[in-house]
């Protein structure tokens, strides 16, 4: 992060200007420091999930990216606090896509966890996904075999668990349904 003086609120402005070598999020303003390359699991997960909604999406006006990719979550241009890279990530509204990722709300985020990162995914980001109106929020935890699934419906996020042996419908995606067996494989 050359250039990055201390200071304690950034914008996307100065975190565009930022060195590639060391990653890292925007939250209100706070960078976030982003640990090295996930590990094997990890990535095992990801590709899975990453597979399963390309196919689906294939022919179909929905796009899924994978990390790094960024997102100003508050769709406020190069003013914007708020720059996350979340694992996955579908935009059905092309009009958020640019040349630099999304600007505004993804219609679905998937967040692995890993050690480093989880209090952040399950708290802060959580609470920065339900405010910019993210329509549905997946939280994968490796260790346990399952997924936490959030579902806006009238501002707030109504939760459900799935367990290594359930279907997971998409919420955002009609007919797309996620094998977690596949996803938890090993």
Request: aromatic share 10%; hydrophobic share 40%.
């Amino acid at each position: 992060m050359d250039g990055m003086e201390a200071r304690k609120r950034y914008t996307y402005t100065d975190y565009a200007s930022w060195n590639d070598e060391n990653r890292c999020e925007l939250i209100d303003g706070v960078a976030y420091m982003l640990s090295p390359a996930p590990g094997l699991v990890h990535q095992e997960i990801l590709g899975v999930m990453h597979a399963r909604l390309f196919n689906f999406l294939q022919g179909k006006p929905c796009k899924v990216f994978v990390s790094p990719f960024d997102v100003r979550l508050n769709a406020a241009g190069d003013n914007d606090d708020t720059v996350v890279q979340p694992d996955l990530v579908v935009i059905c509204d092309k009009s958020k896509l640019d040349d630099k990722g999304c600007n505004g709300a993804p219609d679905m985020i998937i967040e692995i966890l890993s050690p480093s990162t989880a209090s952040r995914d399950r708290v802060l980001k959580f609470n920065k996904y339900l405010q910019a109106a993210v329509r549905e929020y997946w939280i994968v935890d490796p260790e346990s075999n399952s997924i936490s699934v959030f579902i806006l419906e009238n501002g707030k996020y109504i939760a459900s668990v799935y367990m290594e042996k359930d279907n997971i419908p998409v919420h955002v995606l009609e007919g797309c349904v996620i094998n977690l067996t596949e996803v938890f494989a090993r």
